[in-house]
């Protein structure tokens, strides 16, 4: 099956009970049980939920793994992964992941006693320098928010497997449509599927995929066991979305790259960050690893001043969080999704508050682009 397909006809595609084409909305907490303990697979919808399942089983197929799982938020993705590990292990992670990720580490599992590292994992000899005794993962997100800082994943894998860490993946950003990390060494890849898959702002939601009977046994225990559930409507609006991600990410990444050219010749940009520009440190990277470039782009107009004109100017491009749905979105990183991180750690980083991010959306790439250059002049 080829991937267009994939997300049409993956996963529980429709009901075999009414032929409905689509999976139905099971809005049920209860099943009935013939007799103790026996049931037809579904017992409480916490555990198990058949409309969750069928999302469940869609995302394990699209990123190629062993059992998916779906969650209340992204967030909550990410939060029942790092459950996997115990009090006193270490995990390295990218130094520029989502912001929520760094919030939900250094503020709340430090609370338990998972330790953990920053680092720049572009360069993969970074991630050797770190490694302790007690370290138990490598988290990645490539490409990386805002920075579009791409990580070498089979490469970075590879150093993981070396000294038996998990490699878990963060892939909102390139979708399974992109990118499989699985298929590049990964043991479990995240999403927030609040983003591109389901496209239309109109769910919050998070899934993991892992890579193992023995990871999709404990991922389950916890997620079980601690509740954050995606329930059975927002399953079913998800899987309505990732019918189309296939034709979305295409048409995402066409007006994108007319979008970066614009910019790329504009006076008022002075840096601009897309994996698919040539001059992109990790361009090769990005290339070979993925077979698209998204919808994600950042460019720096020098000052927070020039950056809140074009933010209050542009008429399509709507100033918001989130990213990767079917509206332009913009917004000041340095001032809404980065603002949890502290002002010199953002410095450092290079997130400075003239740093403007684009999601470039599904409209007339025409209008877009007239829309920047008035907010541009
Ligand atoms: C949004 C986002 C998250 C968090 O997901 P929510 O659905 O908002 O909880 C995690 N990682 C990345 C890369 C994101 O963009």
Redesign the pocket.
């Known amino acids: 099956m080829k991937r267009k397909t994939q997300l049409i006809h993956g996963g529980i595609a429709g009901d075999q009970h009414t032929g409905a084409v689509s999976v139905p909305i099971y809005q049920v907490s209860t099943y009935k049980q013939e007799e103790v303990g026996k049931h037809k697979g579904y017992e409480y919808s916490r555990t198990g939920n058949p409309t969750r399942h069928a999302l469940e089983e869609l995302i394990k197929d699209l990123e190629g793994g062993e059992a998916g799982f779906a969650f209340g938020?992204?967030?909550a993705a990410?939060t029942a992964v790092m459950m996997l590990f115990n009090s006193g292990d270490h995990v390295i992670l990218t130094d520029d992941v989502?912001g929520?990720?760094y919030r939900v580490i250094t503020k709340v599992l430090n609370r338990i006693g998972i330790e953990a590292t920053f680092v720049d994992t572009s360069d993969v000899t970074n991630i050797e320098k770190e490694i302790k005794e007690n370290t138990k993962a490598l988290y990645i997100?490539t490409p990386t928010?805002p920075l579009l800082k791409i990580t070498d994943i089979s490469e970075a894998a590879q150093v993981a497997k070396k000294h038996d860490l998990v490699t878990i993946v963060?892939n909102?950003?390139s979708t399974p449509y992109w990118q499989n990390p699985i298929e590049q060494g990964a043991d479990i890849v995240l999403h927030?599927a609040?983003?591109y898959l389901g496209g239309h702002s109109d769910v919050?939601?998070?899934l993991a995929v892992v890579n193992s009977k023995e990871l999709a046994e404990e991922l389950h225990f916890i997620q079980n066991s601690t509740g954050g559930i995606l329930g059975p409507q927002d399953s079913w609006l998800l899987m309505r979305g990732m019918k189309t991600l296939g034709i979305r990410m295409e048409e995402h990444e066409a007006n994108t790259k007319k979008i970066v050219d614009y910019l790329s010749n504009h006076p008022a940009v002075q840096k601009i960050y897309y994996p698919g520009l040539e001059n992109h440190p990790n361009h090769a990277v990005a290339k070979q690893q993925g077979r698209g470039f998204g919808g994600m782009v950042s460019f720096d107009v020098g000052s927070e001043e020039q950056a809140n004109k074009l933010l209050t100017t542009v008429k399509y491009f709507t100033l918001a969080e989130s990213?990767g749905a079917v509206e332009s979105l913009i917004s000041l990183p340095a001032k809404m999704t980065h603002a949890s991180i502290p002002a010199d750690r953002r410095r450092e980083l290079g997130i400075t508050d003239g740093l403007v991010r684009i999601s470039v959306g599904l409209e007339d790439v025409e209008d877009l682009i007239e829309d920047l250059s008035n907010g541009l002049k």
């Open positions: 938020s992204g967030m990410v989502y929520g990720t997100e928010n963060d909102t950003f927030s609040t983003k919050v939601a998070g990213l």
